[in-house]
């Protein structure tokens, strides 16, 4: 269970004088899924590039199921699959003339491609679009598709570059059913994305990539508990009462922040026998509130907290990769 | 952990993945048959446009006329396109992404250019039939034996062999298919015009005539219409290659494959691998 699916050492890739990738390594047990997070520009991209055997290294090196990606590129080429940033299925085939294809190229069994497209098509909610021509497909359809294409050889690993970006919430939520699913049959999952929520969802461990370097690396839990405590928060239902909640709360808490605009007192957790007691005083006063709660450090807060800026702002198109020389100063 | 049914993957050869992706060129032809349209309609449109709009007022000593030189002429630009036929497909694939997937696949990388290759000029060779068929309808005819015939035929498609290396060499370079339409248009243009393709060359200006004499697409059209018996008396002066034709574009075919082929990979691969 713990054998290593894929392994990363000291990955290296310069593209001219900007060093995109600058010595990432981890490594992604069997059966697991390991989220490769970080902003536009980060060099997630490069880094996948790099271990689907696309791009060469500068330096350092891979493996994937066991093999190198610069001595056997053949061998992990056979191991594994990959769905870009972009849904790179062919607009004017059909979905099953798509599969059909790659299933072809992977040199399999005509009556094995035939059979496993149906499959794939029903798993994926395609197999009534399965005869028209991709182009009329809508984007989240696309994106099941070129995920149905990656897996028809059941590859053991799988990479999945910025699988959901462009998707409307609902289609997100089923495709991360449908990799949920992919890894209680065994697959290993890469995946990079610049959805802390994704990584949360998902992965079982996160590597947090920033300016071509890993800032972080542990379980979505890990890097919560990193970036501070949790806090204690009272929504009051009234924005009158809100100074008298307060007064009532300032004796139990060591600091209390008080938020006018979302009638919000915010005060550093004390667990969660505090949270009772605190709730049970203003049930005595009174006063009535829409919310008590502990909130922890969403991976919004520690990715500002590990980068100093949000996930949002990075450089430009990850496919360049490289940062504007500007932007090298923290 | 449960285990699932992994399928054999067995070892195909560079012809077969290159045929897998030749047919999916030819299925999106049958998709969109508009992208037929530069080797059906625009040549039939160029044939009829220069035999009776320009034709009347061209003279040419050939016995059978205008539109009888006019044919391997309009055959050598046409052949000359399917280098604009490859860089668009090749283009498009790259921009999309495609090219990565099936990069990422455990293929040979050169069946993407191969298949690309094999349809390109499938789809050029269409074009040859139908302005066949369209001479033969205005009155063209081949007035050779069977083998030269053939060999002008032959000469047409290796040259459109070579144009294909010059297509992989620009789609490679070009980011958008935009580009691709620019650069092509810019150049092939004036390359297929500045010729003897449409008009005789001894009435140009004598740098134009020059010119037109010593470029290749000459040394082809010339060659294809004395192997067809289209051709008309050589005219006082002319230079070397319209002595040679044959020869002259066998050469250049050679010589255009053996500068831009390793051109033409070399810039693919930094555009993919890079």
């Known amino acids: ?330 | 952990m449960s285990t699932i049914e992994r399928p054999e993957i067995r070892t195909t050869g560079l012809l077969t993945q290159s045929w897998a992706i030749a047919r999916r060129n030819f299925r999106h032809i049958r998709r969109m048959p508009e992208m037929l349209l530069d080797v059906t309609i625009q040549p039939v449109m160029f044939v009829l446009l220069f035999a009776y709009v320009f034709g009347s007022s061209i003279d040419v000593a050939t016995p059978a006329g205008y539109r009888a030189f006019l044919l391997a002429g309009i055959m050598a630009q046409t052949v000359a396109f399917a280098s604009f036929i490859v860089a668009v497909g090749l283009t498009a694939d790259l921009d999309k992404g495609i090219v990565d997937r099936m990069r990422s696949l455990p293929i040979n990388p050169a069946a993407v250019l191969v298949g690309r290759s094999i349809s390109s000029l499938a789809h050029a060779s269409i074009g040859l039939v139908v302005m066949s068929l369209t001479g033969l309808v205005i009155g063209w005819r081949i007035h050779t034996n069977v083998f030269e015939a053939a060999l002008g035929y032959l000469l047409l498609l290796g040259w459109g062999f070579a144009m294909i290396w010059v297509g992989i060499w620009v789609g490679s370079a070009m980011r958008s298919v935009e580009a691709v339409n620019g650069v092509m248009f810019a150049t092939m243009f004036p390359i297929t015009f500045l010729a003897n393709t449409f008009a005789p060359t001894d009435r140009m200006p004598t740098v134009l005539r020059f010119i037109a004499e010593w470029n290749p697409i000459s040394s082809l059209t010339q060659a294809v219409r004395e192997l067809w018996g289209n051709d008309q008396p050589l005219a006082e002066g002319a230079a070397f290659p319209m002595h040679h034709p044959i020869p002259f574009t066998i050469g250049w075919i050679i010589l255009i494959t053996a500068v831009v082929a390793p051109l033409a990979i070399r810039t693919f691969r930094s555009r993919t691998a890079g």
């Open chain 1, 1 to 330: 269970m713990t054998r290593p699916a894929i392994e990363a050492e000291g990955l290296v890739k310069h593209f001219g004088d900007t060093v995109a990738v600058d010595g990432v390594s981890f490594v992604v047990p069997e059966g697991t899924v390991l989220g490769l997070l970080g902003p536009n520009g980060a060099g997630k991209t490069t880094t996948v590039r790099m271990m689907t055997t696309l791009t060469r290294p500068t330096s350092g090196t891979a493996r994937v199921a066991g093999h190198d990606i610069l001595d056997d590129p053949a061998a992990v080429r056979r191991s594994m699959g990959l769905t870009g940033q972009a849904a790179t299925v062919d607009e004017l085939l059909t979905g099953r003339e798509n599969l059909r294809l790659i299933g072809q190229l992977y040199g399999l069994d005509a009556g094995y491609i035939t059979r496993a497209s149906a499959e794939l098509l029903e798993r994926f909610s395609l197999a009534e679009a399965g005869d028209r021509i991709a182009k009329t497909y809508s984007g989240g359809m696309r994106r099941r598709l070129d995920l149905a294409v990656s897996l028809i050889a059941t590859p053991p690993v799988l990479f999945l570059d910025e699988p959901t970006t462009g998707l409307d919430p609902r289609s997100r939520v089923e495709l991360w059913e449908v990799l949920r699913e992919l890894v209680k049959d065994g697959t290993t999952l890469l995946l990079t994305t610049q959805y802390l929520e994704e990584a949360d969802q998902l992965a079982d461990n996160i590597v947090v990539i920033d300016r071509g370097t890993v800032i972080a690396e542990g379980t979505p839990l890990q890097l919560k508990d990193r970036s501070g405590a949790a806090a204690l928060v009272v929504t009051v239902s009234h924005a009158d009462d809100l100074a008298a909640a307060e007064a009532l709360m300032r004796p139990h808490v060591r600091e209390v922040h008080l938020d006018a605009g979302a009638r919000q007192l915010t005060a550093p957790a004390e667990g969660l026998g505090h949270m009772t007691r605190v709730a049970g005083i203003f049930d005595e006063s009174g006063i009535v509130l829409d919310d008590i709660g502990l909130k922890r450090p969403s991976l919004d807060d520690v990715f500002l907290h590990l980068t100093g800026h949000r996930a949002e702002d990075g450089a430009e198109d990850d496919q360049t990769a490289g940062q504007p020389a500007g932007e090298v100063t923290r």
